[in-house]
């Protein structure tokens, strides 16, 4: 298990943090996530065998926000 | 051929450093670098491995890798950027509602406009090409919006903009195109414009609570003299080892923490621990990273470096602290998980009660739709607590008071009782000489030659005190003969042929001293008010009594009260005899003592309190008291000055000053109070401006909001929330302080 810490762009309401946690535990490998609006930091546990941080990355962008 | 990507899950240097060596193993590798931000590079001497191979490794490691080089300083340029953008899309958005504004005036019935027959002939048509635009480059909101809804199922406060005003685009597209209905250019424009003002407002607040982490981490330096070779080198921080020979000159700041081999001199501690006061430094003395060497030369050994210094262990401290979510803002949370879907709710049922039931116009009912989506985003409501908090560790940051997470400052404002620990916390810690009382033929100085000359060979604390005394009163000692310890009752020996005795007066009497009733008098006075007395007798005569004790930190009395007069029940633990501790407990306005509890038991103590239904902050120096600590509702360690004992304590106090303590809970009642201030603010805002939105008023009093002017006062409503965070800097401390201005 890997405990990623992600900078994430455009994270500019806590209801966004929200939205980028669900994305991102829709993937499979990751046991949880936790996104920041104070910091705007992302943390996530994940088994990389399951999953590959482009795969984190993707979700992310896909909600709208970037990854730093 | 060099090859650089990015290393995840790294926590610590001795993890990158794993990382490194799993690097380093790769066939063909010839150097590889790890730093604890994730940058990696390897150098490979043949072909490189795929990067699948190196994944791999790292993963092997216990780590994960990634094909993307990190960009220096990405985050500060991504976070500029995203003002920038802001501020652009705003300048952009105003600029072309301009033109608009006549229409949104005359729209809320404010003024009238004549306008010439051609505008007002292709006037649709302008509408259209002028609010395009401003859709177009605000269409991220849109985009998120919808991408909370489709891909993570939960609609945000985007969603919510985006639903409202593309209806209302929508609509207006459709009527300029020949569908029989009104046109809302000007509404959908505005509120967009407000929207990304708040956004950058927002944004612009957001990076200065911060500040105070900015702050920290600027103080770090960039540069060390290191003795190399007999040399002395400049080298970049980075490459300073553990056990190089380090010189500071005068002005110059401390590059790492290490220990003072040779040198003496003033430094300024203040941005570290908050202390105004210069410290004296010199031989054994320890040093502070990032700290300002003042006026002599120091020559140190480094002890610490990179992420390992106190000054960095600091900033991930002050980092995840802010990071972390206070219990009030997971039901925050929680609420506005469901606020949304009801607001949509809600919107469709206004809707649809204007449109069908109270047959008003499409366009009216619309409008409707519109003001509840706008008017209920939860933005405030998601600001209130991680801004205040921000701000509240911020300023306990500047005063090295330390929270280690959000429900530990939330926990505080709920607390009725405090424990302090005696020896180190309410006290100074070590004895210090009291009293000296010469008898009669003896002066003051005579005793405390002849008692620090003689016990100078003790190793009594007892005796330490009193050398230590004579010292710095820079009394010169005498020579002294035949030296002998008496096993529980004191000293003997000889000073220029007389016998010299120093202990109880057990000891004085097997040496049949006669005359010892008013020395003994005086020992029992001083006894009793917990200092511990040692009598002395020269050449066959009582010479005096000389007491020692622990005596009580400046600043206790003055915190004792201020805390008392908070309400809390103040409460002092120790292992010491219950005639010390309560004399010690009366100077410091303590009527609450436990004594003579053994340092295994305090736990147990703290946790009878907390069983008759009490809420209990423990205090102590966080070494020998860490299971009370842990076991207290608030365990706050103090003066761990060099050492920041992160693992005991929910609140770290950097200095040794108990005016902090009652600092730290002023500060977190300050923060808790701004975050129900703000709470408060953004339901209350919700609650009437939602009826209101919805029409409530309409039928007897004929108000209505319109859409635009809820997009302003919802913008205006997380301002007001931000804004309230960054007044927050402030804050006063009921204790009497100084802050260094640097430390500002």
């Not at chain 2, 929207?195 to 200065?208: D, F, H, M, S, T």
């Not at chain 2, 007999?230 to 010189?247: F, M, N, S, Y």
């Not at chain 2, 003001?371 to 405030?380: D, N, T, W």
């Not at chain 2, 008071?401 to 429900?407: D, E, N, R, V």
Request: proline letters at 4%; charged letters at 25%.
């Amino acid at each position: 298990m890997v405990k990623a810490k992600f900078k994430v762009g455009g994270m500019d309401c806590a209801s966004c943090a929200l939205t980028i946690e669900k994305s991102v535990k829709q993937l499979k490998g990751v046991k949880e996530a936790k996104a920041s609006f104070a910091n705007g930091e992302l943390n996530v546990d994940y088994d990389p065998r399951a999953a590959k941080p482009e795969e984190i990355r993707k979700k992310v962008e896909q909600a709208g926000y970037s990854l730093i | 051929m060099k090859k650089e990507f990015r290393i995840l899950g790294l926590e610590s240097t001795s993890d990158a450093k794993k990382a490194e060596a799993s690097l380093r193993k790769l066939p063909g590798a010839s150097a590889a670098s790890v730093k604890l931000d994730g940058s990696a590079s390897a150098e490979f001497t043949t072909t490189p491995p795929s990067f699948e191979k190196i994944r791999d490794a790292v993963i092997d490691a216990g780590f994960d890798a990634e094909e993307k080089a990190m960009a220096k300083d990405a985050e500060k340029e991504a976070r500029e950027k995203e003002i920038r953008d802001y501020w652009r899309r705003f300048v952009i958005s105003l600029l072309l509602s301009l033109p608009l504004l006549f229409l949104f005036l005359e729209h809320l019935k404010l003024i009238t406009v004549e306008l010439p027959e051609l505008v007002m002939t292709y006037s649709a048509l302008i509408q259209f090409l002028i609010a395009t635009p401003v859709m177009w480059v605000n269409r991220i909101i849109f985009i998120r919006g919808y991408r909370a809804i489709v891909y993570a199922r939960s609609p945000t406060m985007d969603s919510l903009v985006g639903i409202g005003v593309g209806a209302s685009y929508i609509y207006s597209v459709l009527t300029t195109f020949g569908f029989p209905g009104a046109l809302y250019y000007e509404v959908g424009s505005f509120l967009l414009t407000f929207i990304v003002l708040g956004k950058y407002l927002e944004a612009v607040a957001r990076g200065r609570t911060s500040e105070a982490i900015k702050a920290l981490i600027g103080l770090q330096p960039k540069t060390a003299t290191v003795i190399r070779n007999k040399r002395e080198v400049e080298l970049p921080i980075e490459q300073v080892q553990v056990g190089d020979i380090i010189i500071v000159k005068p002005g110059e700041k401390i590059p790492v923490d290490g220990i003072v081999l040779g040198g003496e001199s003033a430094v300024d501690e203040s941005m570290v621990t908050g202390e105004s006061m210069p410290v004296m430094k010199k031989k054994g003395a320890t040093l502070i990273g990032a700290t300002i060497n003042k006026n002599g030369v120091l020559t140190f050994r480094a002890t610490k470096v990179g992420s390992d210094t106190m000054l960095a262990q600091i900033i991930k401290l002050v980092q995840d602290a802010q990071a972390s979510k206070a219990p009030i803002q997971e039901i925050v949370d929680k609420v506005s998980a469901y606020f949304v879907p009801v607001v949509a709710a809600v919107s469709i049922l206004a809707f649809s009660y204007w449109f069908f039931a109270a047959g008003q116009p499409f366009s009216f009912a619309l409008s409707i739709f519109m003001s509840v989506l706008i008017i209920a985003c939860p933005c405030a409501l998601g600001l209130a607590t991680p801004t205040a908090i921000t701000a509240g560790m911020g300023l306990g940051a500047q005063r090295g008071i330390l929270f280690k997470s959000s429900k530990s400052l939330q926990a505080v404002q709920s607390l009725n009782a405090i424990v302090f620990d005696k020896t180190g916390t309410l006290t100074k810690g070590e004895p210090v000489i009291t009293d000296v009382i010469p008898m009669k033929g003896f002066s003051e100085r005579e005793l405390l030659i002849m008692a620090a000359s003689v016990e100078k060979n003790s190793e009594h604390p007892i005796a330490d005190a009193i050398v230590k005394g004579a010292t710095a009163r820079k009394l010169s000692l005498l020579k002294v003969a035949s030296f002998k310890a008496i096993e529980g009752k004191g000293v003997s020996a000889k000073i220029s042929g007389a016998t010299i005795l120093v202990g109880t007066s057990r000891l004085l009497s097997d040496h049949k001293i006669n005359g010892l009733s008013a020395a003994e008098k005086a020992k029992v006075k001083l006894e009793n008010e917990g200092k511990t007395a040692v009598l002395l007798s020269a050449g066959g005569k009582v010479a005096g009594v000389i007491a020692v004790a622990d005596t009580l930190k400046d600043s206790t009395p003055e915190a004792v009260s201020a805390l008392r007069k908070k309400g809390l029940r103040v409460i002092m633990i120790t292992g010491d005899n219950w005639r010390t501790a309560k004399a010690i407990g009366k100077q410091a306005g303590i009527e609450e003592v436990l004594a003579e509890v053994l340092p295994q038991d305090k736990e147990k103590e703290v946790k009878k309190l907390q069983a008759k239904g009490l809420k209990v902050a423990m205090v102590g120096d966080g070494i020998n008291d860490a299971p009370a600590l842990a076991a207290a509702d608030v365990g706050i360690a103090i003066g761990s000055g060099t050492d920041v004992a992160i693992e005991t304590g929910d609140i770290v106090l950097v200095k040794n000053d108990l005016r902090d303590v009652v600092t730290a809970i002023d500060l977190s009642n300050f923060t808790m109070r701004k975050i129900k201030e703000n709470l408060f603010w953004a339901f209350a805002y919700n609650m009437v401006g939602i009826p209101v939105a919805a029409g409530i008023l309409f039928p007897f009093l004929g108000i209505l909001l319109d859409p635009a002017i809820a997009g302003a006062a919802m913008a205006l409503s997380s301002v007001s929330v931000t804004t309230n965070a960054s007044l927050m800097r402030f804050y006063k401390s009921p204790m009497r302080e100084k802050i260094a201005e640097n430390a500002r």
